[in-house]
């Protein structure tokens, strides 16, 4: 960062090489499949790119990148709220069926595995903000307590908190599936 603060766009580039999974990953987790999670991983960057000259390593680089992320992760998930959206394209409900592949798991074990995901997915995607930004942070980026409280603004205890009825909620909306 202290070369990317003195313009060095070498530097830039090969630190969002670094870190665009992370950014991706995370603005993906948290809006779904809006078409926004393009736009706002990149905006993540300029920020970091316009913020460079004023950053100060308090912490780990990418805590303060995470907060960049999850402050216009936020900002975007309060603006799809105040205006609706509209898919250009029905959903029909439909996905193409691959080639039958002699290592894959059988059609009903796919299906099965499918539908688990995508009922995770939504039960994830239902969860409240800082609930789900927490759970993303911790399941799919592996952070500590510490780090997921540094990047929420929020003590240790507060994220255990934040968790535990993160994870209760999954429970219950997934509890059909952890029956079987």
Known sequence: MGLVSRGDTAAFEELMERHQTLVI??????????SEVEDISQQVFVRVWKSA???VPR??????????TRNLVFNELRRSKRHAHVPMQPDSG??????????????????????LQQAI?????ALPESQRMAVVLRR?????????????????????????RARTELRERLG????G
């Open 176 to 179: 059909n599936y952890l029956k």
């Open 94 to 115: 439909t996905e193409e069926i691959p080639l039958k592949d002699e290592t894959a798991p059988t059609p009903d074990a796919l299906l099965l595995e499918t539908e």
């Open 121 to 125: 997915e939504q039960a994830i995607a």
């Open 59 to 68: 912490a780990k680089f990418t805590t303060w990148l995470l907060k960049i």
């Open 140 to 164: 799919y980026h592996d952070l500590s307590y510490e780090q997921i409280a540094e990047v929420l603004d929020l003590s240790v205890p507060a994220i255990k908190s934040l968790l535990f």
């Open 53 to 55: 000259g004023r950053y």
């Open 25 to 34: 990953g995370t603005v993906a987790r948290m809006l779904g499949s809006n």
